[in-house]
């Protein structure tokens, strides 16, 4: 059964605390993307990486940190520097097309994160 | 840069009824075109896209999506909408080209259809 998984699917935080979100892919895709989505907002591009040991910053990557040592795993970590981070993060991956582009995502289930 | 645009928050039909969902881009070069429908609480799933070839495009649940380039447009139509179509639907753009791996998402359009 292939697909993303992202885990835990309910987080709570306190002020002040790191914490990691998991996102693991079993589609081989060479691309992988973390996103913020917050209500009336649509989904805001953290971070994405097109290969492993690479990534790049997306439009809000401020307080967040990734790490992509294994082609099936990208995880975020939200730090204390993030100032709002209560949202619902989404994980996603792509193949490559020949053009050098990429192909549709594949979105997992979401990780709904609350600081308290 | 690249940018998309979803011009309506929320759009209301009656089941039966044709359905569009729009959307506007603008990117550098050629673009890369996707739609995308997320349920509550759920992940976005993909519905179509449009990479090369034939501008009217066919993908999930009936749904399909005409590119436009001159208008720079890819709406999202079906010819008969159900109840279940309701949902929030995100157009998303790519530029075509080497490590082109951004994509952008815009804001989202609520779907309701009514019985």
């Known amino acids: 059964d292939g697909g993303i998984t992202q885990s835990p699917k309910y987080l709570f935080r306190k002020e002040g605390q790191n914490v990691t979100l998991s996102c693991e892919q079993n589609?081989?895709?060479?691309?992988m993307y973390w996103y913020r989505q917050d209500p009336g907002q649509g989904l805001r591009l953290i971070y994405y990486?097109?290969?492993?040991?690479?990534?790049q910053k997306g439009d809000i990557a401020e307080g967040y940190s990734v790490s992509r040592e294994k082609k099936e795993s990208f995880p975020l970590t939200v730090t204390s520097a993030q100032k709002n981070p209560t949202a619902f993060y989404l994980c996603?991956?792509?193949?490559?097309?020949?053009?050098?582009?990429?192909?549709?995502?594949?979105f997992g289930p979401g990780t709904r994160l609350t600081v308290l | 840069a690249q940018s998309v645009a979803q011009p309506e928050d929320q759009v209301n039909v009656a089941e039966g009824n044709p359905l569009t969902v729009k959307c506007t881009y603008s990117?550098?070069?050629?673009?890369?075109l996707f739609w995308y429908v997320q349920y509550p609480n759920r992940g976005l799933q993909f519905l179509l896209k449009?990479?090369?070839?034939?501008?009217l495009v066919k993908g999930s649940y009936g749904f399909e999506a005409e590119f436009n380039k001159s208008q720079t447009s890819f709406h999202l139509k079906k010819p008969s909408a159900l109840v279940s179509d309701s949902a929030l639907y995100f157009c998303?753009?790519?530029?075509?080209?080497?490590?082109?791996?951004?994509?952008?998402f815009g804001d989202g359009t609520t779907l309701t259809v009514k019985p």
């Open positions: 996603a991956s792509s193949s490559s097309l020949t053009s050098g582009s990429y192909n549709e995502q594949f």
């Open positions: 589609l081989n895709h060479d691309a």
């Open positions: 990486s097109q290969i492993v040991n690479d990534f």
């Open positions: 990117v550098s070069g050629n673009p890369y």
């Open positions: 449009y990479i090369t070839g034939d501008n």
């Open positions: 998303a753009v790519t530029r075509r080209g080497t490590n082109a791996g951004k994509s952008t």
